[in-house]
């Protein structure tokens, strides 16, 4: 089973960037999605961004504008460059394979990594 680790993570103010980058343990050419996902404290892990293998990129409204992610299927690694961050941004980010069932990821949570968005 493919396994994903996150880094990148960090303190950054209101208003700067970020990049956060996945590194996934074997190759993702058979991964048809890959996701950034992210939990709050206090809050359910939500879904930020998705890409699919040719490309194609989805975003939660919540960062749409802000946050771009990207996938590199020869080097089996996924980002995501975060700018203009905003306090509510400040949560612990993963990765995984997305799947259309709700909930259901193809792999074991990984330690994912801390952004924290200073005001």
């Known amino acids: 089973q493919v396994q994903f680790v996150e880094s990148g993570g960090g303190l950054v103010q209101a208003g700067g960037s970020l990049r956060v980058s996945c590194a996934a343990s074997?190759?993702?050419?058979?991964?048809?999605?890959i996701g950034w996902y992210r939990q709050a404290p206090g809050k359910q892990r939500e879904l930020v961004a998705r890409?699919?293998?040719?490309?194609?990129?989805n975003y939660a409204d919540s960062v749409k504008g802000r946050f771009t992610i990207s996938r590199d299927n020869a080097k089996n690694t996924v980002d995501l460059q975060m700018s203009s961050l905003k306090p509510e941004d400040t949560a612990v980010y993963y990765c995984?394979?997305?799947?259309?069932?709700?909930?259901?990821?193809?792999?074991?949570w990984g330690q994912g990594t801390q952004v924290t968005v200073s005001s």
């Open positions: 995984n394979g997305w799947t259309n069932l709700p909930g259901v990821v193809i792999a074991d």
């Open positions: 074997g190759s993702i050419l058979s991964i048809n999605a």
């Open positions: 890409i699919n293998s040719s490309g194609r990129a």
